[in-house]
């Protein structure tokens, strides 16, 4: 059934934790061009549930709005960060191993492609890096770096000084209507759609998800959301603060008991999002099991009716960690399936495990 434009935009909403640009968005959609949208990643060890399953479940509401989607493979990217060690053999594997997880949870594969930095970042790529460079101090650029208000100013490479420069010529080069990325690329995206004008270029629309919060989030008080969403955000370098999407269920099952769920609170609680951002994404109704006990199961049919209840300490920690891991590990079961009976993402996930 066609979705009218003002139906597309509300499925948009469901993926914007905040829209810059929502009523040219809506002008958009009813102008009835295709309209795409883009978002860069870094390919870098293995990739966790906000990367994988996370990113699939956004995409998809993208693609049902009418929205092609493209995937800025940002291989030189992860170069200049040096991942990896700078090794762009070990990087390319690697960014074929998202690409397999993706296929393994559920991605509408058929209205997303895939494109390699390296082989897109031509001569007019360069030049425009270059013009946003010349019409920005190095003041204005170094704050849209993700790592800008941690402390790490002193430690910016060269590279980095100019990679929101790169970032901004990605968006450009893709010729896309949206920039769909999360809460911690804000910064870059304002600065898109700042320079544009002066660029002689239409000024993207930017759409930006939520980020899905460590198992053991960081305090970020006094931050700018952007810097905030930073700060809480799951990190690959501290293995017990992400749930990746080929953890065994007993690796799952032992993160999700020793995540931060402090009874009755709602603020910065990571458990109850993963209930809110993926369980129920694709669960309509959930069973909290309980020893007779304690009251026997409950059920819930949608997200506010649990956490109300997670509120009113009617559901303890203990259980909503449970019921969390239980249904976590229903939806990575067909990813681990895949990279065990597959023999190329089987070989692949093994070699990016040697990387580690």
Not at 87 to 111: N, P
Not at 276 to 288: H, Q
């Amino acid at each position: 059934m066609k979705l009218s434009p003002e139906e597309r935009l509300n499925l948009i909403r469901e993926v914007g934790e905040e829209i810059i640009g929502e009523e040219e968005l809506l002008e958009l959609l009813k102008s009835g061009k295709q309209l795409s949208a883009y978002d860069g990643f870094e390919p870098s060890g293995r990739i966790h549930i906000a990367q994988g399953l996370l990113r699939a479940l956004t995409v998809n509401k993208l693609t049902k709005a009418g929205v092609h989607f493209k995937f800025w493979v940002a291989d030189w990217f992860a170069l200049m960060n040096n991942k990896l060690d700078g090794d762009l053999e070990k990087i390319r594997a690697v960014g074929e191993y998202f690409i397999e997880v993706w296929k393994a949870c559920g991605m509408d594969m058929e209205h997303v492609e895939f494109l390699w930095a390296s082989e897109h970042m031509d001569q007019e790529y360069w030049l425009r890096v270059i013009r946003i460079g010349r019409l920005n101090t190095v003041t204005r650029i170094t704050r849209c770096s993700q790592i800008m208000g941690r402390g790490e100013k002193e430690t910016l490479s060269a590279a980095q000084i100019f990679y929101p420069c790169m970032q901004c010529s990605d968006i450009f080069q893709l010729k896309v209507d949206i920039a769909q990325l999360g809460m911690d690329q804000r910064k870059v995206n304002v600065l898109a759609r700042e320079i544009a004008p002066k660029l002689g270029l239409t000024k993207p629309v930017a759409v930006h998800h939520h980020m899905l919060m460590s198992l053991q989030p960081e305090q970020a008080e006094g931050l700018t959301a952007a810097d905030a969403a930073i700060a809480k955000k799951m990190s690959k370098s501290k293995p017990d603060s992400a749930v990746f999407m080929t953890d065994s269920k007993e690796e799952v099952e032992r993160k999700f008991k020793k995540a931060y769920c402090p009874e009755g609170e709602l603020k910065d609680n990571p458990v109850l999002e993963y209930f809110r951002y993926i369980i129920f994404e694709r669960f309509p109704k959930i069973t909290i099991e309980r020893p007779d006990k304690f009251g026997g199961n409950l059920e819930f049919s949608g997200y506010k009716e649990l956490e109300a209840a997670f509120a009113a300490k009617r559901v303890h920690p203990v259980d909503l960690k449970n019921a969390a891991a239980k249904y976590i590990n229903e939806l990575l079961e067909p990813v681990r399936k895949h990279f065990s009976e597959n023999k190329k993402a089987k070989a692949l996930l093994e070699r990016v495990q040697e990387f580690s």
